[in-house]
C-alpha cells in the first residue's frame, strides 16, 4: 500500500513560482513510477508531468513544457513539481500518483495511488 500526501499549493499571482511536494510512505519508493495530474472544476484529472523511478526519463504536458520541473529524491520518499511562470489557466487541483513500473506511466488510468490533491490558484 501507498500512502501519498501532497503539500505546497496556494494563491499566487501570475508569473510566480511553487514548488509542490508530495511524501510518500511506502517501503521502497524507487519501485515507483510517480506523476503530477490537475483537475480544474468541471474538467477532466489531466496529466501535468511524470517521472519514472530513477528519474532518467521524464513527461511533460505540452502546457507546462519549459516552465514546470518534476524531479525526485529517493532517499527521502519525495517527488517534487516545480512550477514557475504561473499562469491562470494553471488554476486546479493538483493531484499526486504513484505506479509501481520500471517505465513512465502517464495515464490516469494507469496509476493505483493517489494522493488527496493541493489547491494552486494563479490570479491574473
Known amino acids: 500500500q501507498v500512502q501519498l500526501v501532497e503539500s505546497g499549493g496556494g494563491l499566487v499571482q501570475a508569473g510566480d513560482s511553487l514548488r509542490l511536494s508530495c511524501a510518500a510512505s511506502v517501503r521502497t519508493f524507487s519501485n515507483y513510477a510517480m506523476g503530477w495530474f490537475r483537475q480544474a472544476p468541471g474538467k477532466e484529472r489531466d496529466p501535468v508531468a511524470a517521472?519514472?523511478?530513477?528519474?532518467?526519463?521524464?513527461y511533460y504536458a505540452d502546457s507546462v513544457k519549459g516552465r514546470f520541473t518534476i524531479s525526485r529524491d529517493n532517499a527521502k520518499n519525495r517527488v517534487y513539481l516545480q512550477m514557475n511562470s504561473l499562469k491562470p489557466e494553471d488554476t486546479a487541483l493538483y493531484y499526486c500518483?504513484?505506479?509501481?513500473?520500471?517505465?513512465?506511466?502517464?495515464?490516469?488510468?494507469?496509476?493505483?495511488?493517489w494522493g488527496q490533491g493541493t489547491q494552486v490558484t494563479v490570479a491574473s
Open positions: 517521472i519514472s523511478r530513477t528519474g532518467i526519463s521524464t
Open positions: 500518483a504513484a505506479e509501481f513500473s520500471n517505465g513512465l506511466v502517464i495515464k490516469v488510468q494507469d496509476y493505483d495511488y
